[in-house]
């Protein structure tokens, strides 16, 4: 390990279990020297795997519901009295659609569910950049991340009304960061991700498709949650303290292609010989 994160302290939201990107932020913000807490909803803590996580990496666990602002003034004030001052790092790994739970398509959301789509994904970063700034809980050239994905850019059948959602997300960064950056000295960022089985990834109508699809047209592959989480680090050390506002895409280039030789030679399998020599 390189202990790029060694003496700094930190928030973790959305650690489910093994498969979850928050989860491996966790192992590898360890590794690096860091301490921090973690922080789930009850409901997603009684369902997860979080307590073997905590006991590995010597956490404590603060419950929290990051729409509500009561909780996340709570998560907050208790972290900075568990770690012993101002954090410098913080990870927003939140998101959730009950539209596309419910098999919903765009063209026929309830709105119910899309409010809760918008609050749960996106104004939850707001209200936890919010919470933090009025609280001063974060150290000057402290990093704050949340996970993003190319849908906020481009569409993509199925991912549905979370593509609003991510949209919002990474406009907050950009608005956040301008004020927390000149005021704080704080950096804001999203990192647009590879589709990742995760837990949630996993529900998303098509993924093993859309997996074997980005893989088939990124240069590089794609990245999983590991490569994500190492990304991660760097953007928490102090070797990128000049970045902030960003959405940065980390996809293996995914996000710059138009087509690749691998994905147009599985696409051409499709047609005869005939076809294939007239598309030619």
């Given at each position: 390990?390189?202990?790029l994160l060694k003496g700094k302290k930190g928030i973790i939201f959305g650690?489910?279990?093994?498969?979850?990107i928050a989860w491996?932020?966790?192992?590898?913000?360890?590794?690096?020297?860091?301490?921090?807490?973690?922080?789930?909803?009850?409901?997603?803590m009684r369902f997860g795997e979080i307590n073997e996580l905590a006991e590995r990496c010597n956490a404590e666990i603060i419950p929290a519901d990051a729409t509500n602002l009561n909780d996340l003034e709570n998560l907050f004030t208790k972290s900075m009295d568990i770690l012993g001052?101002?954090?410098?790092?913080?990870?927003?790994?939140?998101?959730?659609?009950l539209n596309v739970r419910k098999g919903r398509l765009y063209d026929n959301l309830d709105y119910n569910y899309f409010l809760k789509t918008i609050d749960i994904s996106a104004l939850s970063f707001h209200k936890v950049l919010q919470t933090a700034r009025k609280l001063d809980a974060i150290n000057e050239w402290g990093s704050v991340l949340a996970?993003?994905?190319?849908?906020?850019?481009?569409?993509?059948?199925?991912?549905?009304?979370?593509?609003?959602?991510?949209?919002?997300l990474e406009s907050i960064a950009r608005s956040f960061g301008y004020i927390y950056g000149r005021d704080?000295?704080?950096?804001?960022?999203?990192?647009?991700?590879?589709?990742t089985r995760t837990t949630a990834g996993s529900g998303v109508k098509g993924i093993d498709g859309l997996i074997d699809f980005t893989d088939r047209m990124s240069?590089?592959?794609?990245?999983?949650?590991?490569?994500?989480?190492?990304?991660?680090?760097?953007?928490?050390?102090?070797l990128t303290k000049k970045i902030t506002m960003q959405n940065i895409f980390h996809d293996g280039g995914f996000s710059s292609m138009g087509m690749s030789l691998r994905a147009m030679t599985q696409y051409n399998k499709s047609f005869g010989e005939d076809e294939v020599m007239n598309l030619e």
């Open positions: 390990m390189y202990n650690a489910l279990n093994s498969k979850s491996k932020v966790a192992e590898k913000a360890f590794e690096e020297g860091a301490t921090f807490t973690l922080s789930n909803t009850p409901v997603a001052g101002k954090i410098d790092f913080v990870l927003h790994s939140i998101g959730m659609s996970l993003s994905y190319v849908a906020a850019q481009r569409t993509l059948y199925g991912y549905n009304d979370m593509a609003d959602a991510k949209a919002i704080k000295k704080v950096r804001v960022n999203t990192i647009s991700q590879s589709p240069p590089l592959g794609n990245a999983d949650a590991e490569d994500c989480a190492n990304f991660c680090i760097t953007m928490f050390s102090d």
